[in-house]
């Protein structure tokens, strides 16, 4: 960039600034290379494409037919599953948020004293978060079933299968989920609740507060900026739900657990094979998310004030 | 509930010290007394259910893929049936595993590299752009992976990547950017600069001090952002169903995910068991060796917040 930036003299480079500042800047830039480059290659020039694509007559097989703006958004917002998906995506995302918030946060007062058996109980708590979504969901696809699962006479004798009605099938996944992810919720509300300092619950005992009144008028606002973090993962992480209902309910029973990231997937390369409605089902999906993540750290923020 | 049980003893003779919000260190005695241990009991039975509802479908898995069950390769007895269909299915396990070890090794060696040079470039060095490329690579985290995957998909068959493993670990290692370059560049600001600053006063150059002094210095960080890439990359699923469509070139998530249903729409659970039992393995046991540098990534993750 600059060859100039001559030598100041000595007596003027302090020791924080050895180095003159045009080099600094280009030596600066050559480490962030690499960096730079994967993130235009693969993340700005995909997202560019996409809203071209979104625009574009743009089927799997044959690629770029050229503009045709609006028809795909027109044609996902009238996908047979087009409503169904997002309602169906909503409702789960408010059950897996309220349930792993709740038991996250269960799980870290339950384990927050640093014991030797606490300890035992948090790595135990925090295993499943090890495996994959996938590993996962098979996981549950195996112990969900009417042959192999070990609970096979139980669903027999009520004649009740977990994947088998629509509300079961959203309820078994929902505990998957919970399964796979309260550790890691319980470790980000661990690291809330050590923010807290001592004395102001020393403060709350000495003014005769209960143990109910201290959770609900102390830590509970003190761990505003958890909370706040967590919920945005958490319906960030839910809305974009895909693997645990590609592979443990395909969709079913009767389409009636289709998600929107799986109603993309099943646009793009699943019959229809369009590539240019899946672009605008996708283009739909990110600005919705930044919209509800706006919302989300609005909402939080008014609250403090 | 979960309140209650979290701080039973103070009620009886804890000493006033002893509040919710304080954590390590503060033991009590009162574990050693009849009373205590009395009082103790429910807790640990509590606990310790709660601890087995988490490690039970992990150790059901284990033990059911060995186990013998009718409609798979392990009819009758115990033993290694159902690992022998797997390593038998289409193009064997060990190709799949040796795709998976693929795909995983070269995320984390592009993860290290990339998040390695470029954490250094953005705690060390002032360069025009810096602000604007950090946080362009942190917003891959507010965009959905199936709404970048669509885009990828094109791109990758216009370079000839398509169908490629080398391609899935780019995609892999550009989502893995955010948090490894955040956690990196706090790494080395942890870092004080007189390390290196004596370093290239010795006559080093900015690599040979980046080399040399700050490598040891920030490898607690390298060994998180390597853990969570490996984790990431071998347990992923989306990336490589969208972009590999060769049977030969499935990572093992993949491959496990279609042997079910392979004869005649009849599942193998048991040969789904062994898959996921492969799948878990090599992630339980990471964890369980690196359990303090993961927790320490997700912590990291909430001090953002």
């Known amino acids: 960039m600059t060859v100039t930036a001559p030598s100041r003299p000595p ?15 280009l030596l600066g830039w050559l480490y962030a290379t690499p960096t730079a480059v994967f993130v235009v290659a693969l993340f700005a020039i995909p997202l560019l494409l996409v809203v071209k694509m979104s625009v574009s007559k743009w089927p799997l097989l044959t690629g770029d037919q050229g ?48 014991s030797r058996w606490n300890n035992l109980l948090r790595a135990s708590f925090l295993i499943p978060s090890a495996l994959g979504l996938a590993s996962a969901s098979l996981l ?74 201290t959770f609900r008028k102390v830590t509970l606002p003190l761990l505003r900026p958890t909370l706040a973090l967590t919920t945005v993962l958490c319906v960030t992480g839910s809305l974009l739900a895909f693997e645990q209902f590609y592979i443990l309910t395909k969709g079913g029973p009767d389409n009636s657990t289709i998600t929107v990231v799986q109603l993309i997937y099943m646009v793009a390369f699943q019959g229809q094979n369009d590539l240019g409605v899946a672009a605008a089902i996708s283009v739909i999906v990110l600005a919705a998310l930044v919209l509800i993540n706006a919302l989300q750290l609005r909402a939080f923020r008014s609250e403090e004030s | 509930m979960a309140i209650e049980s979290r701080s039973t003893p103070t009620t009886a003779d804890g000493p006033p010290s002893s509040s919710p919000g304080a954590s390590a260190g503060s033991k009590r005695s009162d574990g ?17 259910a709660v601890g087995l509802i ?22 009758d007895g115990w033993g290694f049936g159902n690992y022998e269909t797997l390593s038998a299915y289409q193009a064997g396990i060990w190709r799949y595993l040796g795709n998976s070890a693929f795909v995983s090794l070269l995320t984390v060696a592009l993860t290290l590299t990339i998040s390695f040079l470029g954490g250094y470039a953005f705690a060390r060095f002032k360069f025009p752009g810096k602000n604007i490329l950090f946080l362009v690579t942190l917003a891959i985290l507010m965009v959905p992976y199936a709404t970048l995957l669509i885009p990828l998909y094109v791109l990758l068959n216009q370079v000839g ?25 706090i790494s080395f600001e942890a870092v004080p600069r007189q390390l290196d600053e004596a370093a290239m006063v010795d006559g080093c150059s900015s ?43 499935m990572t093992l998530p993949l491959a496990v995910s279609n042997l079910r249903g392979q004869v005649q729409g009849v599942v193998d659970y048991g040969a789904t068991e062994a898959g996921v039992v492969v799948l878990a393995l090599p992630c339980i046991v990471l964890f369980l060796l690196l359990q303090r540098h993961y927790v320490r990534g997700f912590m990291s993750g909430a001090l953002k917040g």
Not at chain 1, 97 to 102: E, I
Not at chain 2, 161 to 181: C, I
């Open chain 2, 32 to 48: 050693v007394t009849i009373a205590g241990i009395a009082l103790r009991t429910p807790y640990w039975v509590f606990t310790g």
């Open chain 2, 207 to 249: 690599f040979g001090a980046l080399w040399r002094v700050l490598l040891p210095a920030v490898k607690p960080g390298l060994i998180t952002v390597g853990l969570f890439a490996f984790l990431a990359a071998w347990n992923d699923f989306m990336a490589p169903l969208i972009l590999i469509n060769d049977t030969e070139r």
């Open chain 1, 11 to 25: 007596s003027a480079a302090k020791r924080g600034r050895a180095r003159p500042r045009g080099r600094q800047a």
């Open chain 2, 54 to 75: 988490f490690l039970a479908p992990l150790v059901w898995t284990a033990v059911a893929s060995v186990s013998p069950l009718a409609g798979t390769n392990q009819v």
């Open chain 1, 67 to 114: 503009l045709n703006a609006p028809d795909n958004f027109v044609k996902a917002v009238n996908h047979r599953f087009f409503t169904d998906s997002v309602v169906f995506t909503i409702k789960y995302t408010v059950l897996a948020t309220v349930l792993l918030l709740a038991l996250g946060l269960g799980l870290a007062l339950l384990v927050q004293e640093s």
């Open chain 2, 161 to 185: 990547l398509q169908n490629s493993l080398v391609g899935v670990a780019l995609v892999l290692t550009m989502f893995q950017l955010p948090f490894s370059t955040f956690l990196m560049r």
């Open chain 1, 140 to 213: 549950f696809y195996v112990l969900y079933s009417p042959y192999a699962s070990p609970l096979a006479p139980v669903m027999d004798s009520l004649g009740f299968t977990f994947l088998g009605s629509p509300n079961a099938a959203l309820f078994s996944t929902t505990f998957l989920i919970v399964w796979r992810y309260a550790g890691f919720y319980m470790v980000l509300m661990l690291v809330g609740l050590q923010g807290i300092p001592a004395d102001v619950y020393e403060a709350a005992r000495s003014d005769g507060a209960s143990r109910w009144q």
